[in-house]
């Protein structure tokens, strides 16, 4: 099955005590989706300008995703610049959304058909916008950020009422739900609407929250972390490209795309941008969800 | 087989946002001692003051636990006075140590044939010369904090060398092996001897690392943490509780060892004190067994 992809494309700089990297491959759409396509058909939704670097359009190509929907137009790539002092938070030096502030998606007739449907962190009017066009879709899910839960906190709620998947960090789901307990807040979220919520804790791993199961991940162990950007889009790519690829989502299947999850955002984190993710096999995929079944289960 | 519990026995004042609790009964010797008791035979080694309720006395013999070795003095019990704002760290406001400033452990004939061994957090030179008068001890444990990392770091080494599981939290494994990757921390712990490295990190769970494997345990769920005192304490209970009740310590028992001690650690953090965990039954932990089983496995 497919899994349409949308979200942000950008050129990040990004400064770890490691080294730093300018006009690296970014944004929520690409981690995703270089990743999702390991597992399945992946088309990409989203915008560039025209120094959007040739070299990626190949890259983005070579791996099989399909690019119809991405719009290359006058003008500059959104840029994100930050910098990690520990690993668990980023601190953003400059955001130029550059053509991204005018990101109107109007999928192509073949995306509007796809069965599973990923929401990057965008304004939740533009999640709604895509939302309206899928003629198809079985499984949509989002991710969000605490800016939007400030702003535009309306169109949000109405994006979590339609989506089966809630992806979210803790901080951001206390500040959703207003709630200080982790479970609480898990809770208050499924009454808004969304059938799981996917709470991401950093290094410490994630859940799944749902009225029937929870289920608990920690993270792969990775001993040198180069670069922790797009390691939740990574999760996503993982999660979602599985689901998408089984067809079903079970209790089963469900939990296992939580580990897919947990293996992809490992390979993220070991080096700046998508330089891990874009030599990603499936064996390596394999390898990894063996070692990690080892760590978690009796 | 029979559990020596070794540590601190104190009056607390706790604070927390759901109320406050007078010279309720801590420290954590009680902690432990008052969790294992459910799963092995129980000793208990500590001091208090002739302040020491006479009914916390009878509690302690109520739950069959061996009161050979603990010595009522002239003088006040050491008293602990602490605030929560959020629950992961406490603000210590108080610490009168009392009586528990002259802790001299001297072991009973019996209590030296114990074969297993909880060494609560105490000046290391106190843990040391309990494991110099254990005659017949087959498993040893010790837990300390970030006071004996700084002031008594070559006594703690040593007794780090002497155990087989060292109990410690994020920040003071940090703090002793000043590596700030958590796994390369574990590492470096493993060098200085211990077997088996037991890493608490609050509300995101635990893990074990040893050089053959590692394994990851979530929190189980509490939707309202009333009172943290004792989490780690009442985990190292559960956990030394069940080895010293299989009487091996293989992977797949410690595995089992680290869920026994997630279940009543989480029982402790309910209520003050140790009102919850002095009702424990096997049941409630075997129930709680099946019900996080599903939330970590397949």
């Known amino acids: 099955m497919k899994l349409l992809v949308v979200g942000s494309i950008a050129l990040d700089n990004i400064q770890t005590p490691f080294g730093n990297e300018k006009r690296s491959l970014g944004g929520s759409a690409i981690f995703t989706s270089m990743v999702s396509n390991n597992f399945c058909q992946t088309g990409l939704v989203g915008i560039?300008?025209?120094?959007?670097?040739?070299?990626?359009i190949?890259?983005?190509?070579?791996n099989n995703i399909d690019l119809k929907d991405l719009s290359i137009v006058p003008g500059k790539t959104f840029h994100w610049s930050g910098k990690y002092d520990n690993f668990n938070t980023a601190e953003t030096i400059v955001t130029d959304l550059n053509v991204f502030a005018n990101f109107n998606p109007i999928l192509n007739w073949e995306n509007k058909q796809?069965?599973?449907l990923f929401l990057g962190n965008i304004d939740p009017i533009l999640q709604?916008?895509?939302?309206d066009q899928m003629e198809n879709v079985k499984i949509t899910a989002c991710d969000t950020m605490n800016y939007w839960i400030m702003r535009s906190r309306e169109n949000l709620l109405k994006v979590i009422k339609k989506v089966d998947f809630l992806f979210i960090n803790e901080e951001e789901l206390r500040m959703l739900t207003k709630e200080q307990n982790i479970f609480q807040a898990?809770?208050?979220a499924l009454k808004m609407g969304s059938k799981h919520i996917i709470v991401k804790r950093g290094e410490y791993g994630s859940f799944i929250y749902t009225a029937d199961f929870i289920f608990f991940m920690p993270v792969f162990p990775v001993k040198k972390v180069i670069d922790p950007t797009?390691?939740?889009?990574?999760?996503?790519g993982g999660f979602m490209g599985f689901l998408a690829s089984e067809g079903k989502y079970d209790e089963l299947s469900i939990k296992k795309a939580m580990i897919y999850g947990t293996i992809t955002a490992s390979f993220c984190v070991e080096s700046f941008s998508i330089k891990r993710i874009k030599e990603l096999t499936l064996s390596d995929i394999l390898n990894r969800k063996?070692?990690?079944e080892k760590k978690i289960f009796l």
Not at 48 to 56: M, N, Q
């Open 128 to 131: 709604l916008k895509v939302l």
């Open 186 to 188: 898990a809770d208050e």
């Open 114 to 116: 796809s069965e599973y």
């Open 48 to 56: 560039v300008g025209e120094d959007f670097p040739k070299e990626y």
């Open 58 to 62: 190949e890259l983005l190509s070579n």
């Open 230 to 236: 797009g390691a939740g889009d990574s999760f996503a």
């Open 290 to 292: 063996q070692e990690i």
